[in-house]
């Protein structure tokens, strides 16, 4: 089992920045994918950023192309999101996820472990 829980969000201004921090334990892997998906009210869950086990493969949801960007530090085992020029519609919960694959994943159902969540509000 791999554990993962989420840590950074918060409030921020339309325009503003935040980090966000996954901590993995148990049986992690350095060659699993990991990612993040959010989830607005009412909306359905949503991929975001994902990253392979190197870290050599990354790959974005359009609509934060550009504002947001996905790393990990495997010698730590955290997964970090740097989300710049955070629009309203970024007002979500984030959730950190990891599969046992090496590859990335845009469906919830291809990732096999989760976190508890961590809200991020984004004010205009």
């Known amino acids: 089992q791999v554990q993962l829980v989420e840590s950074g969000g918060g409030l921020a201004q339309a325009g503003g920045s935040l980090r966000l921090s996954c901590a993995a334990s148990g049986r992690t892997s350095s060659s699993q994918a990991m990612g993040w998906f959010r989830q607005a009210p009412g909306k359905e869950r949503e991929f975001v950023a994902g990253?392979?086990?190197?870290?050599?493969?990354?790959y974005y949801v359009d609509s934060v192309k550009g504002r947001f960007t996905i790393s990990r530090d495997n010698a730590k085992n955290t997964l970090y999101l740097q989300m710049n020029r955070l629009q309203p519609e970024d007002t979500a919960v984030y959730y950190c996820?990891?599969?046992?694959?090496?590859?990335?994943?845009?469906?919830?159902?291809?990732?096999?472990?989760w976190g508890q969540g961590t809200q991020v509000t984004v004010s205009s």
């Open positions: 996820t990891a599969r046992r694959g090496i590859g990335i994943r845009t469906t919830m159902n291809e990732y096999d472990y």
């Open positions: 990253i392979g086990g190197s870290g050599a493969t990354i």
